[in-house]
């Protein structure tokens, strides 16, 4: 009978939701149609346009570029406007952006710098959007059901990168790969369309008899908030290293399948798939290792286990019968444990934050954990260069195992109920000493 009665308590669904519901299904259609440009967008450049390595690589650069350039003003900017609008004007922008590739490639006046400033572009309006509707969200569905919201938009996430690699070679193969883009051009539409309809948010209200602070110093408040909060600081630590070590490994990944693990194109597909299956089940095991072992418990494991995926990969043997299965069990476990970890963190910084500071929060650990993937990329290349290629991945991948190795020793471990931490009703976030700081497990 108390079963039951919990069963008839339990809140519905966020996706009953009309609010939730319109977000999600813009957000959904956007992911997908991502992953139709990861695709479509490079291969524009290589089999329309004839670019070089060297444009290639440029082209790649672009997309992240934008948030260590514009990131931490941008949290500034959100700080003191309403987010919705910032959302909607984003989508405009990256569709009107993405329709030009498809106008241009039929008008035969294509060029590869018109490609590297739609790229630009995109990465910008990305950068206002994704701070601005993780900033948003909390308002929407409230902080309490933060960690459902961010799991369900993750799970979708997820899959779009099962099914958005398919969909696109799918669309390359009929339309070519520049019209393929007009695919992508229409789900910001339909994600235009959704936000519109969502309610409009009030600008963030500052604390009473604060003077408003020039950009510099919202910035660097911003960046104090952070550092401050004893569990986002440790995450964000443990996600700078991991994507600083993860990045090594990411930069070389398809190099070294090929040359040093010795399989083919089509297993190498076949590889990324197996890890695109694993985001989607670490998706949807976000509850249930949460159940199991608490917030914090769970971060530390998804740690652990994008660990043992990227040393498996690493081992992968070179030239063996068994090379592939070694490799694909590996991409999947990696990529196992990124939802878990991005769900509850987004989901702690969120809760944790004022709502007149979460733009410069956000902006602060998104920057700091881009910064450290591009810095990783370029310490990959440049130590296969000359240690070699396996070398080098596995050096990153034994370096991520101090992402887990810091949180493991931190107050993040004792944490249980990220919310109830958070909103002071369950184990203080502030580091304890001695053999009492061990929680024990369910």
Known sequence: MRQSADMRTRPASLLRQRKFALLWAGQSASVFGTEITFVAVPLT???????TPMEAGVLRAL?????????????VLLDRRARRSVMIVADVVRAA???WIPIAYALDVLTIAQLFVVVFVLGVMTVFFDLAYQSYLPGLVGRDRLTEANGKLQLSASGAQVAGPGAAGLLIAWLGAPVALAVDAMTYVISFFTVARLPADEVAKAQPDVPAASVGAAIREGIS???RHPLLRWCTTAAVIINLFSAVVMSL?????????GI???????????GSVGALAGSMMVGRLSRWFGDGPAIIVSMALSTLGYLLVALAPAKSSAAFAVAALGSFIALFGVPVFNVL????????????????VNATARTCIWGAASAGALLGGAFASVAGLREAVLVGAAGTFL????????????VRDLHATATGHGPAAEPRTGPTDQEQTP
């Open 45 to 51: 450049a290589v089999l329309v346009l004839d670019a």
């Open 97 to 99: 952006a993405l329709a």
């Open 225 to 227: 908030v952070l550092w």
């Open 264 to 274: 083919g194109a089509a297993q190498v597909g076949l590889v990324v798939a197996a």
């Open 63 to 75: 997309e992240t570029v934008p948030f260590l350039l514009f990131g931490l003003f941008v949290g």
């Open 253 to 261: 990944f398809f190099l070294f399948l090929v040359q040093e693990v």
């Open 403 to 414: 992402a887990a190795l810091v949180l493991l020793f931190s107050p993040v471990r004792a």
């Open 345 to 360: 963190v987004v989901s702690l910084r969120q809760i944790s934050t004022p709502d007149e500071l979460l733009g410069r």
